[in-house]
């Protein structure tokens, strides 16, 4: 029996996505938190949670660029099982930590394995589907971390009291757990490659060329630029810009939940649906689509200081749903991009980097947002992200030009969820230690 709505991606695939799941879920579970338990059960100075947070994110940096080494040399499975097992280590010792020094201490361990593990299972998703099949699985990665991060956040508020810190070390706790058993649920998976014909025309293809072969890759780099931008106009903005932004002009924190439950639920549902009408389309248009969407999310909320009451929050739903509906094209694109232009023997090292500018475009948006926001210039913070957008939907239609035109254009069979079933998505090479 079909279900027309579900994509029909290989076992394997959906096995990762698992692993995908319970490791957002505990991510769920701490990451609205983070910061109040820093400051108020553990008792650091607002400052010294700030940092410890900023460390966790240049540390996450570094991390990337480790793991996508990793990858290529000990393989995707390996490497993503010790990203996610240092870092639940990581989560155990923020647990107990009762001093700003083991609070540091703590996220640097959480850092480094958050940095490995993510080029790793980028790249072990890649591998686990054809290649006609990349924007699907990157599509329900998108929507599989999403589900997670609602559902870790639903228990997050089940657990916690506010006048009980120990519920708060509870959510810690079990963040530590989901991590370790998605890397328990990681080797009960029979990973096996799909048949596939390369389409990689990267320079430095079957060199292992080290890093300096993909910095020569002049065609990643420009993609690598667009990702940066988006990561800093757009994702750092949703948790940094946006929960301040409204809170400074008045709005009760009530408004955040609106705004945070809308974007969660949208991307779950609106992920499959997108699917089915992007199949055919040049990916680099797809991403100019995305940076319309986010501006028009950022003018929503401009918008918001003009009106009150209901309007505010019609204002709010629009900017949180049309945001996400955004978040959709975005995850089959970009990292299908990336894995479309990487020779099999770098591809660690190719998401690695790609992992970096999601990471450094966090900080760098993050830090931006806070400086620009503290000075009181909300609105024209808002009109500059919509600024940058503009030039990043110019630059990656530019970017078409530089891009294999089977790396560009999406198959239609990728993005048609009813009609998945084709024998080439049972083409099996056999067993991959990938």
Not at 6 to 34: Q, Y
Not at 380 to 395: R, S
């Amino acid at each position: 029996m079909k279900f027309p709505v579900i994509p029909a991606l290989p076992g394997v695939a959906w096995g990762v996505l698992a692993v995908v799941t319970i490791s957002s879920v505990g991510t769920g579970l701490t990451l609205p938190f983070e910061l109040f338990y820093l400051h108020q059960v553990r008792g650091l100075s607002l400052s010294q949670a700030g940092l410890v947070m900023a460390v966790s994110t240049l540390i996450a940096f570094g991390g990337n660029s480790l793991g996508g080494v990793l990858c290529d040399r000990f393989g995707f499975r390996r490497t993503l099982t010790l990203g996610l097992v240092v870092e639940g280590f990581g989560v155990l010792a923020l647990a107990n930590a009762t001093e700003f020094w083991q609070a540091i201490a703590a996220v640097v361990v959480t850092g480094a394995g958050g940095g490995i593990a993510w080029p790793a299972q980028d790249a072990l998703i890649a591998t686990t589907v054809s290649e006609e099949m990349r924007s699907t699985a990157f599509a329900m990665r998108h929507a599989a971390l999403n589900v997670g991060l609602g559902v870790g956040g639903l228990l997050a508020v089940m657990v916690t009291k506010s006048e009980d810190p120990g519920s708060f070390v509870a959510l810690f706790l079990l963040d530590t757990l989901t991590f370790f058993l998605a890397a328990g649920a990681l080797w009960l998976i029979r990973l096996v490659a799909p048949a596939t014909t390369p389409t990689s025309e990267a320079p430095g293809a079957g060199t292992g060329g080290g890093y300096r072969a993909v910095l020569r890759d002049r065609t990643f780099l420009r993609l690598w630029l667009i990702i940066f931008l988006l990561v800093t106009a757009g994702y750092a903005q949703l948790n940094s810009a946006v929960p301040a932004y409204l809170t400074g002009q008045g709005f009760q924190p009530g408004l955040l939940g609106v705004f945070a439950a809308v974007n969660a639920v949208t991307v779950v549902v609106a992920q499959v649906v997108v699917l089915r009408y992007i199949g055919g389309r040049r990916r680099t248009s797809l991403i100019a689509v995305l940076c319309v969407l986010w501006s028009a999310a950022w003018a929503a909320l401009i918008l918001i200081t003009e009106v009150d009451g209901a309007w505010a929050l019609v204002l709010v739903v629009v900017a949180a749903s049309v945001f996400a509906v955004g978040e959709t094209l975005l995850a089959p694109t970009a990292p299908v991009l990336v894995n479309a232009i990487a020779p099999d023997d770098m591809r660690g090292r190719y998401n690695g980097l790609t992992a970096s500018a999601f990471t450094l475009g966090a900080f760098v948006g993050t830090l931006t947002a806070g400086i620009v926001l503290d000075g009181g210039y909300g609105r024209m913070h808002f009109m500059a992200c919509i600024a940058v957008l503009a030039l990043i939907a110019l630059l990656a239609l530019r970017l078409s030009t530089h891009l294999p035109r089977a790396a560009n254009l999406g198959d239609p069979e990728d993005t048609a969820p009813g009609d998945l079933g084709s024998a080439k998505e049972h083409a099996r090479l056999g067993s991959n230690d990938v």
